[in-house]
């Protein structure tokens, strides 16, 4: 059988690097997309060194359209699409009464809307192969909500909700839809915590230390496996034991 071809965004750093890694790793072919062309070239070259294939797409998730060519291009150059991992996110923190409706807007698009657009652009190829394994990146702020995340909270609460009605909708074809939720994990978007931060943060983690992208990647390696089809709509906390 040809190599189960997986998307997966934001994949030029963080989880989403660890992710690609992972997914080539389980032998699949991974398109790693995000902005970042030169991270991408560095990835995919450290997959082909390790053996695996992978190969680099630049889309900027903010644009809808550009979203939409870009599931439809892979999915045409490939003649299917088995995996889509939307991991791609961005923060723009900030307490209610200061959040601007920019604010808002830029984490809802990047966050929730892309991720629909991407779904929607992969139900055709999913529906065609009979097979699909969707898995969204939500947060632990997306269960829980979290101070000063109104809009990433919100976005995440919807990528729930969104994964959900996937999962209903195309369970019955051999397609599941889950969400993966991590804690803190250790990557650029957690770079604003000094090391007290951590040291803090980590007295309040059952297992006493941040996540690493590795830890994420095990998570989405298992629910995209051909073997995970009887998994659907639910969501996979992975925080090291962390109370809210
Ligand atoms: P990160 O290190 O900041 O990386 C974000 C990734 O998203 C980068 O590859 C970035 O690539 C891509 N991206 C951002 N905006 C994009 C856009 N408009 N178009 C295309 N790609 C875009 O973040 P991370 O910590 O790995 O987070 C990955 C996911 O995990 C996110 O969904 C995040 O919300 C979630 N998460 C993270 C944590 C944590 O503690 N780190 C906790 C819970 C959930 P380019 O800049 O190259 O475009």
């Given at each position: 059988m040809e190599k189960r071809v997986a998307i997966v965004t934001?994949?030029?750093?963080?989880i989403g690097r660890g992710i690609a890694m992972r997914l080539a790793r389980d032998g699949r072919h991974v398109v790693a997309v995000a902005r970042n062309a030169a991270q991408l070239e560095a990835l995919c070259a450290e997959i082909a060194a390790a053996g695996g294939s992978a190969e680099a797409r630049t889309c900027d998730l903010a644009d809808g359209q550009a979203v939409q060519r870009m599931v439809e291009e892979v999915s045409e150059k490939h003649g299917r699409l088995d995996i889509l991992v939307n991991n791609a996110g961005i923060t723009k923190d900030g307490l209610l009464m200061r959040m601007s409706d920019a604010d808002f807007d830029d984490v809802i698009n990047v966050n929730l809307r892309s991720v629909f657009i991407a779904c929607r652009a992969a139900a055709r190829p999913m529906l065609r192969g009979k097979f699909g394994r969707i898995v969204n990146i939500g947060s632990v702020s997306g269960v829980e909500g979290n101070k000063g995340q109104a809009n990433y909270a919100a976005a995440k609460a919807g990528l729930i909700g969104l994964t959900k009605s996937v999962a209903k909708e195309?369970?019955?074809?051999?397609i599941t839809a889950n969400v993966v939720a991590p804690g803190f994990v250790e990557t650029d978007m957690t770079a604003f915590l000094g090391p007290d931060d951590k040291k803090k943060v980590c007295e309040h983690i059952t297992v006493g230390r941040l996540g690493t992208p590795e830890d994420i990647a095990a998570a989405v390696s298992y629910l995209a496996a051909?073997?995970?089809?009887?998994?659907?709509g639910q969501v996979l906390v992975v925080d090291g034991g962390l109370p809210m």
């Open positions: 934001g994949a030029s750093r963080g195309l369970g019955s074809k051999g051909d073997d995970a089809g009887y998994v659907t």
